[in-house]
């Protein structure tokens, strides 16, 4: 009718033995595919940007404490023993956190105690070389004394 298209659409309806049939202009039905095509083609790039800006707040959420973690392990590495890292989370980061400021602190102590126990090594290998130092002397004084007496027993 009018030049336009109609579509139809025909459905046997259960066991009645009974049929149904729908007729429409074929833009009728095409405006509703479109529209539906349209707001799905929106929903799926909605959801792809939602997706990858969740995507890259988690990658910076993981990436940068890391990232901390391993400036802080270069200085440690390079003799600062001084270097803490603050980290207040809960998860495998936040315990990696931990026990490396824990590791710093025991190798702080552990060069403390070394640096006490060379202080000691010092302090006693200076008390070894003024008492060889002494002893040198009474071994000459009794070497002089020897010759002496070897001298007037002669």
């Known amino acids: 009718r009018n030049g336009m298209t109609r579509l139809a659409a025909f459905a046997p309806i259960g066991q009645t033995g009974l049929s149904i049939a729908v007729e429409a202009d074929e833009r009728d039905v095409v405006r509703a595919i479109n529209a539906m095509r349209n707001n799905t083609t929106a929903i799926i790039i909605a959801a792809v940007l939602i997706g990858f800006i969740l ?19 270069e200085k440690v590495a390079q003799g ?29 102590g552990i060069i403390a105690n070394v640096k006490s126990s060379s202080g000691q090594v010092l302090e006693t290998s200076h008390q070894l070389a003024a008492a060889a130092q002494q002893t040198s002397a009474s071994i000459e004084t009794v070497a002089r004394s020897t010759s002496q007496f070897s001298g007037t027993v002669s």
């Open 55 to 73: 995507a890259y707040s988690l990658a910076l959420s993981l990436s940068t404490p890391i990232i901390r973690l391993k400036e802080s392990a």
């Open 80 to 108: 600062d023993l001084t270097e803490e890292i603050m980290m207040n989370r809960g998860d495998e980061i936040g315990a990696l956190a931990t026990a490396f400021n824990s590791m710093v602190h025991n190798l702080a």
